[in-house]
């Protein structure tokens, strides 16, 4: 398994802009395909995106499609995920998750190997 490390959350009003981070060690990163998920007070963890190991194949949800931004760099062991236009539904506890297996990782009842500890994103109206 691989360690993850999640960071970048905060408080950012509607319409704003975050980045955050997910640090992995511990195996060959460029071996996982890579997801974002977020857990909103009350609801169900949902996917949010997910990308491949070559960072040439992204997957998001339909909620975030064309707001958010999935990347990664295999020489610094990170994947990112860039959150525009953000609206107050977007506010949840977001993790990132860690799989060999790309159709793992895109599908939510069965993902994933690893887990972040996740990290607070909260935008006010």
């Known amino acids: 398994q691989v360690q993850l490390v999640e960071s970048g959350g905060g408080l950012v009003q509607a319409g704003g802009s975050l980045r955050l981070s997910c640090a992995a060690s511990?195996?060959?990163?460029?071996?996982?395909?890579m997801g974002w998920f977020r857990q909103a007070p009350g609801k169900e963890r949902e996917f949010v995106a997910a990308?491949?190991?070559?960072?040439?194949?992204?997957t998001y949800a339909d909620s975030v499609a064309g707001r958010f931004t999935i990347s990664r760099d295999n020489a610094k062991n990170t994947v990112y995920l860039q959150m525009n236009s953000l609206k107050p539904e977007d506010t949840a506890v977001y993790y990132c998750?860690?799989?060999?297996?790309?159709?793992?990782?895109?599908?939510?009842?069965?993902?994933?190997?690893?887990w972040g500890q996740g990290t607070q994103v909260t935008v006010s109206s």
């Open positions: 511990g195996r060959t990163f460029s071996g996982y395909a």
């Open positions: 990308i491949n190991w070559s960072g040439g194949v992204t």
């Open positions: 998750a860690a799989d060999p297996d790309y159709r793992v990782v895109v599908t939510p009842t069965v993902c994933c190997g690893s």
